[in-house]
């Protein structure tokens, strides 16, 4: 079965980076759009970034655009994203999540997603 | 960006009660939106997409309807696995946005 593991999180200083990956089994990776959502702490769901089937094409939340960079490899069934001046609102948990296809609109829709793993900001 | 408002933000029901949350967006989506269903300390589930279609392997008392800016999830009959919180999404444009969730817990 579908399965995504998040790792990488952990407590980073403001201003610092970070990289997270996303361990993906059960499917055939390449043929998935694939997602990034995080979750402050008490909070609601917040979409982070897309990423295309094929890696071509790339989406960003505008408070993470110009920080953040999604990529993945599908010969190693992973996604990532790197995570550069971090701040204290970028505290969460993030979630990767698999789309439903890889063309729109099933590309945007969340139909599996990991465990998630903490990233904490904070000097 | 298209903001999603859900109402309530909280609802106490009891077992066997029907519920409807209300989702809201700021301007017409067609048929562009998501359930999910998040347990605490949990990710959150894929419940209904396309407004309407149930998510396989999801219980048929949850019902999604609506187009264009208004949205309801109803649950039919409440289980007890039901209390957690739902969340909307809008998948119409970018950045894809969430509703601010409707908490559902045990009267």
């Known amino acids: 079965q579908e399965q995504l593991v998040e790792s990488g999180g952990g407590v980073v200083q403001p201003g610092r980076s970070l990289r997270l990956s996303c361990a993906a089994s059960?499917?055939?990776?390449?043929?998935?759009?694939l997602h990034w959502v995080r979750q402050a702490p008490g909070k609601g769901l917040e979409w982070v970034a897309l990423?295309?089937?094929?890696?071509?094409?790339?989406y960003y939340a505008d408070s993470v655009k110009g920080r953040f960079t999604i990529s993945r490899d599908n010969s190693k069934n992973t996604l990532y994203l790197q995570m550069d001046s971090l701040r204290a609102e970028d505290t969460a948990v993030y979630y990767c999540?698999?789309?439903?296809?890889?063309?729109?609109?099933?590309?945007?829709?969340?139909?599996?997603w990991g465990q998630g793993t903490l990233v904490t900001v904070s000097s | 960006d298209i903001q999603l408002t859900q109402s309530p933000s909280f609802l106490s029901a009891s077992v066997g009660d029907r519920v409807t949350i209300t989702c809201r967006a700021s301007?017409?989506?067609?048929?562009?939106l998501a359930w999910y269903q998040q347990e605490p300390g949990k990710a959150p589930k894929f419940l209904i997409y396309?407004?309407?279609t149930l998510q396989s392997g999801v219980p048929s008392r949850f019902s999604g309807s609506g187009s264009g800016t208004e949205f309801t999830l109803t649950i039919s009959s409440l289980q007890p696995e039901d209390f957690a919180t739902y969340h909307c999404?809008?998948?119409?444009?970018?950045?894809?946005?969430f509703g601010q969730g409707t908490k559902l817990e045990i009267k």
């Open positions: 999404q809008q998948l119409n444009s970018f950045p894809l946005t």
């Open positions: 990423i295309s089937n094929d890696g071509n094409d790339k």
């Open positions: 301007q017409g989506i067609s048929s562009y």
């Open positions: 999540a698999r789309a439903m296809g890889s063309e729109r609109p099933l590309s945007r829709y969340f139909h599996y």
């Open positions: 396309a407004a309407s």
């Open positions: 059960g499917f055939t990776f390449s043929s998935y759009t």
